[in-house]
Nanobody, 125 residues
Framework: QVQLVESGGGLVQPGGSLRLSCVAS????????VGWFRQAPGKDREFLQA????????YIASSVKGRFTIHRDNAKNAVFLQMNSLKPEDTAVYYC??????????????????WGQGTQVTVSS
């Protein structure tokens, strides 16, 4: 059974930083793309950034470019999202997702097979 577990969310002041973690279990190998999405109340789930299975390709949404960075540690089955210069509009539930198709870096929800339960990020003073 594949399971993705996010952690690292919380309350942070504007301008602050957080590092989210996504740990996978149950996948036969590390050959999967991982993406990060977020969903604010009343809004659609939004793509943020994704990384391919060996970490040599990434894709980032323009809305977070220059502030968010993704990287992975396959030895730990973990993918991280470093978020800097956080703004109140970054407040949302953040999700990681996995896609076993190694030929693409998906940017839309339906391209990902497995999802975590999400971690809340609140940016407020």
């Amino acid at each position: 059974q594949v399971q993705l577990v996010e952690s690292g969310g919380g309350l942070v002041q504007p301008g602050g930083s957080l590092r989210l973690s996504c740990v996978a279990s149950g996948l036969i190998s590390s050959r999967y793309t991982v993406g990060w999405f977020r969903q604010a109340p009343g809004k659609d789930r939004e793509f943020l950034q994704a990384i391919n299975w060996n970490g040599d390709r990434t894709y980032i949404a323009s809305s977070v470019k220059g502030r968010f960075t993704i990287h992975r540690d396959n030895a730990k089955n973990a993918v991280f999202l470093q978020m800097n210069s956080l703004k109140p509009e970054d407040t949302a539930v953040y999700y990681c997702a996995a896609d076993r198709d190694t030929q693409r870096i998906g940017t839309v929800v339906h391209e990902y097979e497995y999802w975590g339960q999400g971690t809340q990020v609140t940016v407020s003073s």
